[in-house]
């Protein structure tokens, strides 16, 4: 007997997406609320979770890693978010040491205006990262993260919608570092 039933197949999909993401948002751990998911997406948010954008271009991404143990009968998706913010400055520093010592959520922004939720239900923890002035006159001088959740299921698609009204709404809208 199946554990789960076949649905659907899927075509070959077309050449006209990009990759990499253009912006992550950060909130606090516990502030999503109750998440309403239709359909494998998120389209409300149970609580009142104020989002902090982060913009980026270039090196930093989402990656979603299935393990699955037959043996033990488990399965989880270890989501990996590598974040790579350029140029050094003391403010971007500071905010990052409380992302570091929390355990936020992160909705990334893709190039093809997907939104995805890492760290739904356990929050995502910073595994390591870079303050680097670089060395030769092109390398990076930045900061470099990655925050890695484990979950149940992968990433939720979140409703852009939602998530665009949640920041209008929030007082941390307006607030952006610019370095």
């Known amino acids: 007997m199946a554990c ?10 077309c050449k006209n997406v990009m990759g990499g993401i253009k912006a992550v948002y950060f909130a606090d751990y516990g502030s999503l609320g109750d998440l309403t998911i239709t359909n494998g997406e998120i389209t409300a948010f149970g609580g009142t979770p104020a989002f902090f954008q982060f913009d980026v271009k270039g090196s930093s991404g989402l990656e ?14 270890e989501q990996t978010l590598t974040l790579v913010l350029t140029k050094l400055d003391l403010a971007t520093q500071e905010e990052l040491i409380n992302i570091i010592d929390a355990r936020p959520y992160a909705v990334i922004e893709d190039y093809n205006n997907n939104y995805l939720l890492i760290g739904a239900e356990n929050g995502a923890d910073c ?13 990076l001088t930045g900061f470099t993260i990655t925050m890695a959740g484990q979950e149940k299921l992968p990433a939720y698609f979140v409703t852009p919608a939602v998530l665009q009204a949640q920041i209008s709404a929030s007082a941390a809208a307006p607030t952006q570092i610019t370095p």
């Open 64 to 77: 979603q890693t299935i393990n699955s143990s037959r043996e033990n009968g488990t399965v989880f998706y």
């Open 4 to 13: 789960q039933a076949l649905s659907t197949g899927r075509a070959l999909a």
């Open 127 to 139: 595994n390591g990262g870079t303050i680097s002035t670089g060395v030769a006159a092109g390398d």
